[in-house]
């Protein structure tokens, strides 16, 4: 054991010894020069068949195993030629950090590399625990960014799951769980604040929102200044563009608007029998359409060519209208208030408790004088007389029955 005394010579090839710490120091030369680069240099070299440190640094007091510092260079560069093998490792066998980095005005920790399939910073925890964890006091806590401009990986951050698990999972006390973003608003692919795949082999969905909330929280909310709320796309000849569902005694689509129209449907197919703008269907007796209103109208259909309000049954009534108060169904045309047309049948049939019809009065006296009119019609003049219409024409023969 050599360089036991303080001043002693260092001896290699065995342990030394000292009773104070032990310095070296390059001298530079007048041009401030330190001709061969390096102070002090330990190599290990030659054929060794097992493994060797070059150095190795102890503190068994509390301090610093081993502390490197540089005015203007790094700190410690470690590197390395073997494939499974890092530049730089730091391990802690108690609870405190692996590795530490602080920076005072750039990044902590950065990591480099150049490979297409490999990671700038990888993290893995082989318990319980997070592989990444990133906590940021006024910041983000985990930032990824791309900068791809094209292929599969153009993803800022990407999470995968295995064994049934969530790819990306957000959670928040009283913010948004997971918020996106996107300076175009297309809905294609890449270009959506959030878009959803379920691959075809599932046949799972895209988006999925559930909200646990017993008070009326929402599974799924959308949100827009000036476009769609909610977009939902289908090429399927029997799918729909957006389903909604409610196994309660709620409503399975609802539609509210301030100033619109509450639920709006459209249709621009050219053939088929699926040209509904809206189609309802109840089974179990249900209404397959209801419209209800305060003051206005239950409902109202317009067309420019075809019937405003057509219904279709197969035993039952086509269109059924019921008023408390006032008429049940009301027609307003300008050839025909109400037409009905039976092919086997009648076509009309009234009953009433009153009377089973009754023909408005005509603010004139006498049968019509004026107009062209059909044989078959009735009239009823301003007297209470009821005349029928014989022969048409120009006014028309008339006949006075009561």
């Given amino acids: 054991m050599g360089a036991d005394d303080s001043g002693d010579d260092f001896v290699v090839g065995e342990g030394n010894e000292a009773q104070s710490g032990t310095g070296l120091f390059g001298n530079v030369d007048s041009d401030g020069k330190y001709p061969d680069g390096v102070v002090l240099a330990v190599r290990a070299s030659g054929l060794i068949q097992n493994a060797c440190d070059g150095i190795q640094s102890f503190a068994t007091t509390g301090g610093t195993g081993l502390y490197a ?9 470690g590197y390395t030629k073997g494939n499974s093998n890092s530049g730089a490792v730091g391990k802690n066998d108690g609870n405190g950090f692996g590795l530490f980095g602080h920076s005072v005005g750039g990044d902590g920790v950065f990591g480099l590399s150049n490979g297409d399939d490999q990671s700038g910073a990888v993290g893995r925890n082989d318990a319980a625990g997070y592989g990444v964890f990133g906590h940021s006091e ?32 957000g959670e928040t006390q009283d913010g948004t769980g997971v918020l996106g973003t996107s300076a175009t608003g297309n809905y294609g692919f890449g270009d959506a604040g959030v878009v959803g795949v379920a691959s075809a082999e599932t046949n799972g969905a895209g988006v999925f929102g559930i909200s646990e909330s017993a008070d009326g929280g929402r599974g799924v909310y959308g949100k827009s200044p000036a476009g769609d709320g909610v977009f939902g796309y289908s090429t399927g000849d029997d799918m729909s563009g957006t389903v909604g569902r409610n196994d309660a005694a709620g409503y399975g689509v609802f539609g509210h608007s301030e100033r619109g129209t509450g639920v709006y449907g459209e249709t621009h197919a050219v053939d088929g029998l699926r040209r509904f703008g809206v189609h309802g269907v109840a089974a179990n007796g249900g209404v397959g359409v209801q419209g209800d209103s305060v003051d206005g109208s239950g409902v109202s259909g317009q067309s420019a060519y075809g019937p405003g309000v057509q219904g279709n049954s197969g035993t039952d009534v086509g269109v059924e209208g019921t008023c408390l108060n006032g008429a049940g169904v009301r027609g307003l045309g ?8 039976s092919p086997k049948g009648y076509g009309g049939s009234f009953a009433g408790g009153r009377a089973a019809i009754r023909l408005e009065p005509a603010t004139t006296q006498g049968a019509p004088k004026a107009g062209t009119h059909q044989a078959g019609e009735l009239f009823v003049d301003s007297g209470g007389a009821l005349y029928y219409c014989r022969t048409g024409g120009t006014p028309g023969t008339w006949v006075h029955l009561a």
């Fill in 334 to 341: 300008s050839d025909w208030g109400v037409a009905g047309t």
């Fill in 138 to 169: 006024r910041g983000t806590g985990v930032y990824g960014e791309s900068l791809a401009v094209e292929g599969d990986r153009r993803i800022g951050v990407h999470g995968i799951a295995q064994n049934g698990g969530t790819g990306v999972n």
């Fill in 69 to 77: 510092e540089s005015d203007w260079g790094d700190g410690i560069f």
